[in-house]
C-alpha cells in the first residue's frame, strides 16, 4: 500500500529541458520570503533547481495549516485554474531557492501540445488531492499525537522514496504546529512525550527519529509502507 504524499520532488525532471524553452527567466528568493500570496495575482509559476518552499493555507482567525512541501525538479504553484476562491494561500522559501520562472500562460500552452506533460500535472494534483482527503479525515478523528506520528512516519518515507537517507526532520516546532494544526505549547508536549518513549530526539530546528519500529506502532495504517 502506498503512502500519502506531501513531500514532492522530481515530479518534473525529465521536463526541465522543455520547461527551460518556455522559461522567461530565472530567479534566487532568500530564505522566509514569500514566493506568492493569494492577496495577489499568480500568473507564473516555478521550476525549483534548489531548495525548498511550503504551501499553506490562512484561516480568518490568523491559523495557518500547511498542506504540501515543493522541492528540486517540481513546479510550484502548478498551473493556476481560471477558478478564484476566497481563500488565504502562502508560498514560502524554507530555504534559499533557485528557479525557473515560467509564465502561466506558456504553461498552459505547453499542456496543450504535450500530452504526456498534461498527463504528469494531473496525477500531480490527484496525489494532492488524494492527500488532502487523508488530511482531513484525520483532522477531524485522530488526536495530535497520532496526527504527528503520522507525519513524521510519512515525512521519512516520502524522503526515503527520493533516496535521502537519514531520519532528521529539519522542522521547528512552528513548522509542526502548523503541519498538524495545533498549537506550539501542544507540539511541545507531544514531542515530549516521545522523548520520554526513547522514539525521537530532538535538536535546534529539528526531530531525530531514533525507533522507527515504535513510531509505527504509534500511527494508523495509511501513515507506514507495507
Not at 73 to 81: C, V
Not at 194 to 204: A, G, M, P, V
Amino acid at each position: 500500500m502506498d503512502t500519502p504524499r506531501f513531500y514532492f520532488t522530481d515530479t518534473f525532471r525529465e521536463f526541465r529541458p522543455l520547461l527551460e524553452k518556455y522559461s522567461t527567466k530565472k530567479k534566487r528568493f532568500e530564505k522566509g520570503s514569500m514566493i506568492f500570496s493569494s492577496a495577489k495575482p499568480l500568473d507564473f509559476c516555478l521550476y525549483i533547481d534548489s531548495g525548498l518552499i511550503s504551501y499553506s493555507v490562512l484561516h480568518e482567525s490568523g491559523a495557518e495549516k500547511t498542506l504540501f512541501y515543493h522541492g528540486v525538479g517540481n513546479l510550484f504553484p502548478t498551473y493556476q485554474s481560471p477558478r478564484q476562491y476566497k481563500i488565504c494561500e502562502l508560498g514560502r522559501c524554507l530555504t534559499r531557492v533557485e528557479a525557473m520562472v515560467i509564465p502561466q500562460t506558456n504553461l498552459k500552452r505547453l499542456m496543450q501540445i504535450n500530452l504526456d506533460f498534461d498527463r504528469n500535472v494531473l496525477d500531480h494534483y490527484v496525489e494532492m488531492f488524494n492527500f488532502m482527503i487523508y488530511d482531513s479525515i484525520h483532522q477531524c478523528y485522530s488526536s495530535a499525537y497520532v496526527r504527528l506520528c503520522n507525519f513524521f512516519s510519512i515525512y521519512l518515507e516520502n524522503r526515503s522514496q527520493e533516496k535521502v537517507k537519514g531520519n532528521e526532520i529539519l522542522l521547528t516546532q512552528e513548522e509542526l504546529a502548523r503541519i498538524i494544526g495545533v498549537s506550539r505549547v501542544q507540539i511541545g508536549t507531544i514531542l515530549n512525550r516521545l522523548r520520554n518513549q526513547k522514539i525521537i530526539e530532538t535538536d535546534r530546528r529539528k526531530v531525530i527519529v531514533k525507533d522507527t519500529a515504535l513510531l509505527i506502532e504509534h500511527c494508523t495504517e495509511e501513515a507506514y509502507a507495507d
